[in-house]
């Protein structure tokens, strides 16, 4: 996968929150969405998949960005039809160990779109 990240400002009053927004027009692989902080923990208050041109599953993970291997899946796999769109909200909030960083991981190759939100603490 070959996944390019965007991140929108959240606005005032979001100090220590995030929005990541990851496009890939051929989603095979792990990728990151969002790099380990150096002590926080990466909280995930929102995920929005939409899936485009093929059949796919996805696994959102947690790994220690020194192992290339995914640590701990948090969410998945999410099995998606084609031009399909799953949207997920915690209260709580779910939380990746400390120093690790978010990834996506897809079943194969074709379009997704993947938006995060959370926050570090």
């Known amino acids: 996968m070959s996944i390019t990240l965007s991140s929108p400002d959240c606005g005032p ?7 990541v927004n990851g496009y890939s027009a051929d989603a095979s692989g792990t990728e990151i969405l969002r790099a380990a902080p ?19 599953s996805h696994t959102i993970s947690e790994r220690d960005d020194a192992s290339p291997q995914v640590e701990t899946t948090k969410l998945g796999p999410i099995s998606m039809a084609v031009n399909s769109v799953r949207e997920f909200e915690f209260y709580p909030p779910i939380r990746l160990t400390a ?23």
């Open 13 to 19: 009053g979001s100090y220590d929150g995030f929005i």
């Open 38 to 56: 150096t002590t926080a923990a990466i909280l995930i208050s929102k995920i929005t998949i939409n899936n485009g041109s093929s059949a796919l």
């Open 99 to 121: 120093a690790t960083e978010l990834v996506i991981d897809a079943s194969g190759s074709g379009t997704v779109c993947v938006i995060v939100q959370g926050r570090e603490e």
